[in-house]
Every structure is written in structure tokens, then in C-alpha cells.
């Protein structure tokens, strides 16, 4: 047994709840509900419910009561409740209560529950070998501790089995075995054209409309010219022959970027297919070394008019920026389009039709090669899965080779021949009544990804001696990559050593390794941090939001956040840089928002910070994340302390009270009061006091970052409530002063600055920081709340880990090591 394997069963050990002095196991009747009567009910109980908890409707154990059972026994753990005030039980009915939850919880089987509609649409895609996004068509997915892996917010409804069927008959109706191709794509080879434009009239034999605007570059291609805020032309294809609405669109581009001057940004394409945007991406290619853009979309999700189909490239530029030798077209002047922030900053001013296009101040995006195919069906399987069945034919033994192959990928395990036996019988009946092999296969392909064994994630304890390696599989790769398990993983089930710790470690150091765990750490920090509100970027000067020009540095403060995040855990690095470093993640539009120079490009990369930048590193500092605490309206103080209570310090407070009134400063008692005094008013009130004295003082450690999460220095001597293009905003009224950043954390530690509050988290609150974070892993990996057995093994993770300043990768290879993912 290695060292760190004995610290943890030592920890474990000691966190266990002592054996009982009484042989008499404890029951509900006996010890539970007088325990609760006597103890609790008083708070808890049909007269008054603290913290939104009530007991006297508890009866017996059951499972959907399973969160509220833990939260008993860690505050009898804790020693927190009863309050102090109040008579106290012994220590013995104290051990027989958590012993109690400790057996009825121990009790419960493995977590079984249904694909996300991320996932559902991942495992399509793997088992189609098509590159559709499927997940917007299906209904949304409840949450369960602000995660959509909840085994109990992923029950099946009416309606998500309806989506499934109409999402699952259109994928399978874009495959064909037999059959060949519909029809050929239509191509222009641009870069080898005399005269691109010319070229682009040679589809008009076959109905395309081409509304062209570029400049043609014989041997390149043809130039896009970049369109600014509020300009609306684009290269449009219109295929008119397209009115069915049925069946896949893919379209491929062959692009690459044209920058005639230096300091020059990096061109944008945005893809616009039927009136949906499909992508938006940095153009980084080179003429020689170009990129090969492939999209395939349903045509039933897109508008189809009844003049066909548009298909829409825009080279969109969404950043300011200046060249020398050439006046820069400042559009900060009264009743213009102005910048967000008032940098006075847009874009190089010169005569687009006298100045061509090598000597433009502008980047433009060469457009080599266009192929586009309205009635895409794809050849099964595809020819990268190397699949060898031989020559195939209109025969039993094929249908029996591709069926099983489909099967097994499906449902991403080996699949016995007893389980084929009814899919080959419903084939059989198919061509019985006159289907052809391709038709009759894909109705039954489509039965085969409708049942559980596709749709659901199996228990690593599944009694199944098959189903539960390669259910562990799954829970690896679903977690990790957000996809099913690749043919390694896959391999390894079969074998069945995936529970061999070093293997296991092994293949979470290769899938961290993969840029798919993008498909991880980018859902996984979104919902854990609740960056999925908007982020609002406004122009104090004409008080709007800039929807259409924000949008690149919107998503890049996303990504700041997650891809930070995501290094942290694959580089191992400390805990303790989620809340304080000295570097962060920035491009182009977050080097000019946060006033950093000499950064090209969309392209995140590590930025050491200035010794004097007062924001620091870690994630308390995104602009991302304050701007998006600010988006509800005025009450800044109190949504950023409760969410930082929540989400950093994993001390959630409960729910406001409903009787609670809005606090609002325009009101006549409220006027010229500050800020901590307009809060004092709610910690007054004796429905909001207990919460109100944690949260509000926390907040305003946050209070140097305004609406767009950039920082400030100064505020105003009070606030008055407003509106922000329909959202409520709080105006600064009166003389300016000094930012009132002076406050307390949860449990009395006092801090006037940012910094000295990250400080005091790191010295203080290190381990509150971690023991949230593995409660979020688990609830993330297994779709279930942490239970006492579960925050049993967190603990003693935790103090394996932390001598070494809780090294990321190597706690969530502990998390994934555990009973909470092997046996649960």
C-alpha cells in the first residue's frame, strides 16, 4: 500500500462515525422522529421552516429525501445544530442518527440516468460518424445542483421521447450501406480559377444564385472584404432547389486570412446557413497551409423561404483597432455608433474603392474553394473507423455484420447475440413487407438508438458483468470528453482493468491530454460558476448596450474563465490559484478591455500580470464573471456576496424570503443614502438578518468592477435605479469618492481591499474552496448529491492532498478513484 493510499484509509478511519455501544440497530420510530421532535421541528417544522427545511413530513427514509438527510448529518457532524441557545442531545443519540443515515444511505444502488441532450447529441454523432448538431432540437435539461447530469432532473416527459424519435428517424435517414450518393456536390475550385468571380457564374446552370462582393485574386481566390458594426453584405449562395426542408446540408470551405498591412487583427468568418448562425471563428490559415471548414446541418432546422435556402460568409471584424499612416474613423462623436467604453477607437479610415485590396488597412478572408451538397447522405460506416466487413451485399450475413456493428457502437459495449436476436427479427419482418436493405436497416438502426441501452448511462455496479467495465468507460468519457469512450477506453472495459489505479490514472493523464476535454472543462465551470447568464458590456457615455460589436469579447471572456480553469487542473497546479495567482488567460479583445498591449490574435494564451494590475489572477477577477454578477440590476453587493458564498466558499445561503421588499434607492427614505447603508436596512429585518450579515459584507470586496467587469476606482455618494436597454441598472448620482471595498468574510475575518480578501480565502477558506469543487466533480460524474459516504471520502482526499496545496489533476484523479465513481 502506497503512502498516500494509507493516508487515505487512515482518514477515513477517523472520519467514520464510532461503532454503536448499543447492538440494537437505530430506527425511524424508535430514535429518528423523537430526535426531531424534540430537536428540530421547533425551526423545521409546519410553523416555521429555517433555511427552507422542514421535517415533521419525514416518515421514514426515502430516496429523494437522500440531500436532506446529509445536511442533518453534517451539522450533527459539525455540532452546528441544534443552535447553541437551545438544549443540546447527547453524543450517543448524536451517533445513532448518523448511524442511521449512514445505513439507509449505504443502501442505495448504482446512479442510473438518461443522456443530456449534450451527450445525446455527442453519441448521435459518434455512432452516425455526422458532424450535426443535435442538441439544439431537443428540450432542454433540468438541473440538479446547477448541473444537467442529474439522474433526477433527466426524466423522460412526453415531449423529449417525441424530440427523440423525430431527431433520431433524421439522423439515420442521412446514412446509407447500399444505396449510392443522391446527387454530387457542387464545387468551385476558386484558387485555380482565371477569374474567381467568373467562376462563381458557372453555378448558375445548376440554379444557384450567387450575390458575390470581393475581390477577385487570380491563383488565390476571392477576397471577402471585412463588413464593421452595422454593415450587412455578405457572399450569399442561394440554392432555390432546395424547398423540401428534408435531409442534411453539408457545406465545405477551403479559407484562409489576407493581411496586406501589419498590426492588423485576424479576419472573422461567420457562417450563416438559412438564417442561423453556424459558426464564428478566427481565420488563422496561410494561402499554402489554408483551413478546411466542414459544416453539416438538418435542413429541417433551418428557414427555407420560398426562394430556397441562403447560405451566408461574412468576414465580420469585432475588435477597434488603429495603423499607422492612415486616420483613424473615431465614431464617438453625439448621435453616432459609438464604441463600448469610449475608447474613441474603430477602425482605420480609407477609400474603399480607390485603395485595392494589397495596400487596404483592412484583414480580409480569402475564399479558395466552395462545396456545398443540399442532399448529403453519408456512406456507413465511415471509411476513418477502418471497419474491414468485407464486400458488402443485399444479404442476411451483411445486415447481421453492420446491424451488430451499430449496436455495439451505440450502446458502447459488446452486445450478446441474444440481445441482436430481436433487432435482426424486426429486420427480417421489415423486408418481409417490402423494404429495401437500406430502408429496412435504418428503421432499425432508429429502434436500436431509441432504447436504454443508448439513451441511458449504466451503473459501474451494474450486476451485469459486461454492462458494468464498460459502464465505467462511459462515466469516464461522458465526463471527461463529453462523448462516448474512444476504442482505447473501450479496449481497456473489455479487459477489464480500467479499476487498476495506475491504468485508471493513466487514461485521466490521456484524456486531459486531448483537446476534447474542452467538452469537460467547458460546460462543467459554466454551470459551476453560473457563467451561463449574460454578460453585459455597455458604453457609459450613451448608456446601450453593444450587442453586435461585444460579441467576440462576450465569448472570449467565457473563455478566459474556462480555459484557465481547464490549465490549472492539466497542469497540476495548486488550488489556491482558482483564487489569487500572478497570470491569466488573454487575446486581443481582453488585452485591449483590460488595458494590456503587444497581444494579436483570438488565440488564449498565459499572460504574466503587472506587478501593479490591482485585479491579480485567479477567477474572482474576470471580467467575465463580475459583469455577469451584474446583469440582474442594482443589487450588485448582494447577488456577487451570494454567489461567492455559494459557488467559492461552499456556504450556500437559502433562498430570500418572499415577504422580502426590493430595495430600491429611488425611493424617498432611501435617497442620498450609500450603498452599506441602503444594505443595512435589509440586515435589520429579522427575515433577512442571518443571511444578509454574511452576504452583504462579503460583497463588497467585488465593488471595484463595474457593469462590464472592468475595474474602478471611484463610485458615486449614492445610487438611483434606472433602466439599461430593459434591464434595471443603478446610475451613479452625486460627487465621486473612493471605492467602499471594506467588509468581512463568513467568519469574521476583515479585509478593506480585493486583495486583501482573496488573501484571507487562500489563508482561511482554502479548503471550503476544495471540498465545493469535489462536491461539484461528483455531482457532475455521477448525477447524483454528495452523501455522507461520499463527503467521507472528500474529506480524506482532502487530507491526502493537502500538504501539497491540493494539486488539481491530482485531486481529480483521486475523485475519479473513488467509491463515489467506481461503486456507486
Not at 527 to 533: A, D, F, G, I
Amino acid at each position: 500500500m502506497t503512502s498516500a493510499a494509507r493516508c487515505l484509509a487512515l482518514a477515513l478511519a477517523l472520519t467514520a462515525t464510532p461503532a454503536l455501544a448499543d447492538d440494537a440497530a437505530p430506527s425511524f420510530a424508535k430514535d429518528i422522529q423523537p430526535f426531531l421532535k424534540q430537536h428540530c421541528l421547533s425551526c423545521h417544522g409546519p410553523d416555521k421552516q429555517a433555511f427552507g427545511m422542514r421535517f415533521d413530513h419525514l416518515e421514514r427514509y426515502r430516496g429523494q429525501d437522500g440531500p436532506l438527510w446529509t445536511k442533518v448529518y453534517e451539522a450533527l457532524a459539525a455540532g452546528s445544530m441544534p443552535p447553541k441557545a437551545r438544549p443540546q442531545p447527547a453524543d450517543a443519540e448524536r451517533r445513532r442518527v448518523q448511524a442511521w443515515i449512514e445505513t439507509e444511505q449505504r443502501a442505495g444502488g448504482g446512479a442510473i440516468r438518461r443522456l443530456n441532450r449534450r451527450e445525446f447529441s455527442a453519441a448521435l454523432q459518434d455512432v452516425t460518424g455526422l458532424a450535426v448538431d443535435y442538441a439544439h432540437a431537443l428540450p432542454g435539461d433540468g438541473r440538479l445542483g446547477g448541473f444537467d447530469t442529474g439522474a433526477d432532473a433527466l426524466q423522460d416527459a412526453a415531449d423529449s421521447v417525441e424530440q427523440a424519435m423525430k431527431i433520431t428517424r433524421r439522423a439515420v435517414d442521412a446514412l446509407r450501406f447500399l444505396d449510392p450518393a443522391p446527387g454530387k456536390p457542387l464545387t468551385l475550385n476558386l484558387r485555380d480559377a482565371a477569374d474567381p468571380r467568373k467562376a462563381l457564374d458557372a453555378w448558375k446552370a445548376e440554379g444557384v444564385v450567387v450575390r458575390a462582393r470581393g475581390f477577385p485574386q487570380p491563383g488565390q481566390g476571392l477576397l471577402l472584404e471585412p463588413r464593421w458594426v452595422g454593415e450587412r453584405d455578405a457572399l450569399t449562395f442561394n440554392l432555390p432547389a432546395v424547398t423540401a426542408a428534408r435531409g442534411v446540408l453539408r457545406v465545405k470551405l477551403v479559407v484562409s486570412a489576407y493581411k496586406p498591412l501589419p498590426k492588423l487583427p485576424n479576419p472573422h468568418l461567420w457562417v450563416d446557413l438559412g438564417g442561423k448562425d453556424i459558426d464564428f471563428r478566427e481565420i488563422t490559415g496561410t494561402l499554402d497551409k489554408p483551413e478546411e471548414l466542414v459544416y453539416e446541418v438538418q435542413l429541417d432546422d433551418l428557414a427555407i423561404g420560398g426562394r430556397g435556402l441562403n447560405i451566408n460568409l461574412v468576414n465580420r471584424v469585432e475588435i477597434p483597432y488603429a495603423v499607422a499612416g492612415f486616420p483613424n474613423e473615431d465614431l464617438t462623436k453625439p448621435d453616432e455608433v459609438m464604441i463600448p467604453g469610449g475608447t474613441g477607437l474603430f477602425r482605420p479610415q480609407f477609400d474603399r474603392q480607390k485603395t485595392p485590396p494589397a495596400k487596404q488597412p483592412a484583414p480580409l478572408i480569402l475564399l479558395q474553394r466552395v462545396e456545398i451538397e443540399p442532399d448529403y447522405v453519408a456512406a456507413w460506416p465511415p471509411a476513418s473507423w477502418q471497419a474491414n466487413l468485407g464486400r458488402l451485399g443485399d444479404n442476411p450475413e451483411s445486415a447481421q455484420q453492420l446491424l451488430q456493428l451499430w449496436i455495439e457502437r451505440a450502446w458502447r459495449r459488446p452486445v450478446a447475440d441474444a440481445e441482436q436476436e430481436r433487432f435482426r427479427a424486426l429486420y427480417r419482418k421489415l423486408r418481409a413487407q417490402g423494404m429495401s436493405f437500406d430502408e429496412a436497416l435504418r428503421a432499425v438502426f432508429q429502434s436500436v438508438v431509441l432504447a436504454g441501452g443508448f439513451r441511458y448511462l449504466p451503473s459501474p455496479v451494474d450486476p451485469h458483468a459486461v454492462i458494468a467495465p464498460h459502464a465505467l468507460a462511459s462515466r469516464l468519457s461522458f465526463m471527461l470528453w463529453g462523448a462516448p469512450p474512444d476504442a482505447e477506453l473501450r479496449r481497456l472495459a473489455a479487459a477489464g482493468k480500467l479499476r487498476d489505479s495506475a491504468v485508471l490514472d493513466a487514461q485521466v493523464d490521456r484524456l486531459l491530454a486531448d483537446p476534447r476535454c474542452e467538452q469537460f472543462f467547458r460546460p462543467f465551470v459554466l454551470q459551476w460558476l453560473e457563467m451561463e447568464q449574460p454578460i453585459t458590456i455597455a458604453s457609459s457615455h450613451i448608456r446601450k448596450q453593444d450587442f453586435r460589436w461585444a460579441r467576440y469579447l462576450k465569448e472570449s471572456m467565457r473563455h478566459e474563465t474556462t480555459g484557465y480553469v481547464a490549465r490549472l487542473f492539466v497542469e497540476n497546479r495548486p488550488a489556491r490559484e482558482l483564487i489569487a495567482s500572478d497570470w491569466t488567460l488573454m487575446n486581443d479583445a481582453l488585452a485591449l478591455h483590460y488595458g494590456y498591449e503587444d497581444i494579436d490574435g483570438g488565440r488564449l494564451r498565459p499572460v504574466a500580470l503587472r506587478a501593479n494590475d490591482p485585479r491579480g489572477g485567479g477567477i474572482l477577477g474576470h471580467a467575465g464573471i463580475q459583469s455577469m454578477l451584474t446583469w440582474m440590476g442594482g443589487n450588485w453587493v448582494i447577488y456577487r456576496g451570494a454567489w461567492a458564498m455559494r459557488h467559492i466558499l461552499d456556504d450556500p445561503p437559502p433562498p430570500p424570503p418572499l415577504e422580502v421588499p426590493e430595495l430600491n434607492p429611488s425611493e424617498a427614505a432611501n435617497r442620498g443614502k450609500s450603498f452599506k447603508e441602503l444594505l443595512k436596512l435589509h440586515q435589520e429585518d429579522s427575515n433577512c438578518t442571518v443571511c444578509h450579515r454574511k452576504m452583504d459584507p462579503l460583497g463588497f470586496a467585488f465593488q471595484n468592477f463595474d457593469i462590464s467587469g472592468r475595474w474602478r476606482d471611484v463610485e458615486h455618494e449614492h445610487y438611483a435605479m434606472s433602466d439599461l436597454d430593459g434591464k434595471i441598472a443603478w446610475t451613479g448620482v452625486g460627487a465621486t469618492r473612493p471605492v467602499d471595498t471594506v467588509g468581512r468574510l463568513p467568519r469574521g475575518e476583515e479585509f478593506k481591499t480585493f486583495a486583501e480578501c482573496k488573501q484571507l480565502i487562500v489563508k482561511h477558506y482554502q479548503a471550503d474552496v476544495v471540498r465545493g469543487l469535489l462536491k461539484n466533480l461528483v455531482v457532475y460524474a455521477t448525477g447524483r448529491l454528495p452523501d455522507v459516504h461520499d463527503l467521507a471520502e472528500m474529506r480524506a482526499i482532502m487530507q491526502a492532498h493537502e500538504p501539497k496545496g491540493y494539486p488539481l489533476r491530482d485531486v481529480l484523479k483521486a475523485v475519479l478513484r473513488s467509491k463515489a465513481i467506481l461503486e456507486r
